[in-house]
């Protein structure tokens, strides 16, 4: 079982490029979420999907852009990266959860990005 | 800002030690998770506790909750050199009901066990 699979694992940009990160899962869950963790700040979430068709933002949505066409994957895009955006990007998942509260999430290995 | 915030920032203990690490947390919740983090790896889970139990146990790791004080400690108990990484609580945000699997991070504890 792959788990949460992630691509690229490393990736340098320009100031202005832009890319896509992307991110499956072959456990068929449900929800699906991105974070990016900065030295010092811990997890912080990005964008996060509840099923095929649905996306919502996170603390830190501006600069990126997503969407959930499959419940395998959910890629997330870079419009115009920015120096700011220098992070290491961070895919899960996790099943419908319990009744009222979050699931356990599976991590992907990272993606690690520079942008000059 | 960040839901949970572990203390302290960084631990350094011999093994053998137990390692206690804490959390705080400003809203009301449904379950607080544990997780850990190796050097340059993705997350693992650890442990889940709901916000009706007290108390956890699974296998060294011992994980506390009090939900007046929204407070949480994870120990580790007896540790190993392998323990080394970073810890990491998490926590949903209850509104009286589905959170929609939003997942909240602290900014971790940093754990060193020496041989």
């Known amino acids: 079982n792959a788990g949460v699979t992630q691509t690229p694992k490393f990736q340098v940009l320009k100031t202005g490029q832009s890319m896509t990160l992307q991110c499956a899962q072959d456990?068929?869950?449900?929800?699906m979420s991105w974070y990016r963790q900065d030295p010092g700040m811990g997890l912080r979430l990005i964008h996060y999907?509840?099923?095929?068709?649905?996306?919502d933002q996170g603390e830190v949505p501006n600069g990126y852009n997503v969407s959930r066409s499959t419940t395998e994957d959910f890629p997330l895009r870079l419009l115009s990266a920015a120096p700011s955006q220098t992070s290491v990007y961070f895919c899960?998942?996790?099943?419908?959860?319990?009744?009222?509260?979050?699931?356990?999430?599976?991590f992907g290995e990272g993606s690690r990005l520079t942008v000059l | 800002s960040q839901q949970g915030e572990e203390d302290p920032q960084a631990l350094s203990i011999q093994e053998g030690e137990n390692a206690t690490m804490n959390c705080s947390y400003k809203t009301s919740i449904n379950n607080l998770q544990w997780y850990r983090q190796n050097s340059g790896r993705g997350l693992v889970h650890l442990i889940l506790i709901r916000s009706n139990e007290r108390e956890k146990h699974s296998g060294r790791l011992r994980v506390t909750l009090d939900t007046s004080k929204k407070s949480s400690s994870l120990l580790i108990t007896a540790s190993r050199a392998a323990d080394t990484a970073s810890y990491f609580c998490a926590t949903d945000k209850s509104n009286g009901g589905s959170t929609l699997g939003r997942l909240y991070f602290g900014r971790g504890t940093q754990l060193t066990v020496w041989p």
């Open positions: 999907s509840v099923g095929a068709g649905i996306t």
């Open positions: 899960a998942s996790s099943d419908r959860g319990l009744q009222y509260g979050a699931g356990e999430l599976f």
């Open positions: 456990m068929n869950h449900e929800y």
